[in-house]
């Protein structure tokens, strides 16, 4: 990125309000009662709005997972040891995980970026690597990373949609993978949102409710602390954030301002997302909510962005697949939309 | 079918319960917070009880259309006039109703069944002509159908299925056609239940507030007409049903009887899956039911179901449509439980 801070000024992209309208239209000639698709319909609306197009399409599906390690697992924040960043950067690659079983069912694209796990990996064929740091500080003694290094990952996550769109594309789903990052995403949205911590603070992978309780006084104490600097979103991100919420927020960034639909994911996503709507306002304009995670601050995340997801299976794992899952709900809202005959078509008589 | 009443008497199929074991426990083992991917887990386990398979599949899904036509629309209890059931028996067949296109779109077979529409139809590729009578009767006047009618579009629908299950079949879905339906499916819920009109009451395709008010008081006159025969669901389904709601109930008892998982579609399709109960107790083992339905009455049918649908995306179209939505869903969560690495086979930590 040539000159970061004017690429972070710059705008946002405007959705296309003629293809929008065109679309509407469109639907209200299908051969159903107006609305009888319900939600199916006004995704297929708001596709055609993203993609400036009367007849939007979901073929080409680019899912990334940015991953990266935690300092703040020093104060025991996890039901899992951080080890497990590593060993499933490793699963991904081999196909094991779930997402990257559901890239495949779904034929779309997958891709590793590894942000800053713990330990230096060898290379591994299917995963980027882009380690910024041995993980991130621990953000209960000092900010979880330098603005240098900030820039670096939201860098990171924006190049990437770059060099995706030079291909053709048209969704980006993003993805989480990072012991300890529910620690670091809650006390975002809770600088972000002006919340408390035992507000937003949930189990994660699985905390009991001594961990839970525990979590969140290790993230009201981290909040205290660089309380002075928490007063804008780049701020926020450097002092509690984690390289791969960062990349996140770069990636949807880089969505919003070059005009590609982003499918966001749970709750780390959704904080990402929040994090770059207060970057660059209208952001939100690009995203679509996928599913309500299980972990209980989503829901405030949800309202905050005034989002509806789409799926509410209980779910709870990141790594894009609450993202991934939704997929063929767009993929068939669009078929619906371009292939149902008109009323006039099939010579069906309307309402009367 | 040979002999009706022994076949209706019949019991249901058992689930296999070392299969849900096997596959419970394969979960626990799959590399991911246990229980985090929520409902997919559920879903899983619960193909591989009804599939007696600890690795079940989605593979050849069965969609059937049932259609017909109502005499109640002599009350005026639609916003489309009743030539638009005819209308969409050839748009099922030309490719251009909704279900046609996700039918297509999931790569599943799709059968419609015209079981009494008004008129007489030509010969249409793609129909299969089982017409009992030109509609039912108007139920406000008389029985909607004789025993002889109601025995018979029970057959049509289970002999379908038997037929489909010689050639194997992973998941059978229903749907239905037929303008003035929900009135029927209103008036049978209401009877099955002992709810009255007004609770179960909704706009159907489209009725305004004065329109369902009437459409209330035209089910509560015909409850009260036929109270005294309403004391048995295969009455119930006699006096106030309709063709393409009992060639449904019948398809979903074969299914349940024979052990082939059904995922039942929305509000008509739901009433048909509490009759199919209420015939043979157990039968709703066999049913998954895909989507909470705009129609407002469907909530309380799911509730006398002890039913959580997958999906709420404000759909009420009928014709299979919510539930082939839904589909993807249960191939994902099979592909996820199939395709998975364990914490074993992926060297990754499991939870402290």
């Given at each position: 990125m040539n000159n970061f801070n004017d690429w972070l000024k710059s705008p946002v992209a405007n959705i296309d309000s003629a293809a929008q309208e065109q679309a509407f239209q469109r639907q209200q000639q299908l051969t159903k009662p107006a609305g009888s698709l319900g939600r199916l319909e006004q995704l297929a609306i708001q596709l055609a709005a993203m993609q400036a197009m009367p007849l939007p399409q979901i073929d080409k599906v680019q899912i990334t997972v940015f991953a990266a390690d935690h300092g703040v697992m020093a104060e025991n924040v996890s039901a899992f040891p951080q080890s497990v960043t590593t060993a499933m950067i490793h699963n991904f690659a081999s196909g094991g995980a779930a997402i990257s079983v559901l890239a495949n069912s779904l034929n779309a694209s997958l891709s590793v970026i590894n942000v800053g796990s713990v330990d230096e990996l060898e290379t591994i064929d299917g995963v980027e690597d882009q380690r910024i740091a041995s993980g991130t500080n621990n953000f209960c003694l000092e900010p979880a990373m330098s603005s240098e290094q900030l820039q670096q990952a939201l860098s990171v996550g924006a190049d990437h949609v770059t060099g995706c769109l030079t291909q053709g594309l048209d969704l980006f789903i993003g993805g989480d993978m990072g012991i300890g990052n529910t620690t670091s995403a809650t006390a975002i949205a809770c600088a972000l949102l002006n919340l408390p911590a035992e507000t937003l603070t949930g189990p994660g992978t699985g905390l009991n409710t001594d961990g839970v309780k525990h979590k969140a006084a290790v993230i009201e104490k981290a909040l205290l602390k660089h309380q002075p600097a928490l007063n804008d979103p780049l701020s926020v991100l450097q002092h509690v954030g984690g390289f791969e919420i960062a990349a996140l927020t770069g990636a949807y960034l880089a969505c919003a301002k070059q005009g590609l639909p982003v499918l966001v994911d749970g709750f780390i996503s959704s904080v990402a997302a929040l994090a770059a709507e207060h970057l660059s306002p209208g952001s939100r304009d690009w995203f679509i909510f996928s599913h309500a995670s299980a972990e209980p601050g989503h829901q405030h995340i949800m309202a905050a962005l005034d989002a509806?997801?789409?799926?509410?299976?209980?779910?709870?794992?990141?790594?894009?697949?609450?993202?991934a899952v939704a997929v063929p709900l767009l993929k068939l809202s669009c078929a619906l939309h371009a292939n149902m005959a008109t009323f006039e078509q099939a010579a069906v008589a309307g309402a009367l």
């Open positions: 509806e997801p789409l799926l509410d299976l209980g779910m709870r794992l990141g790594e894009a697949s609450g993202a």
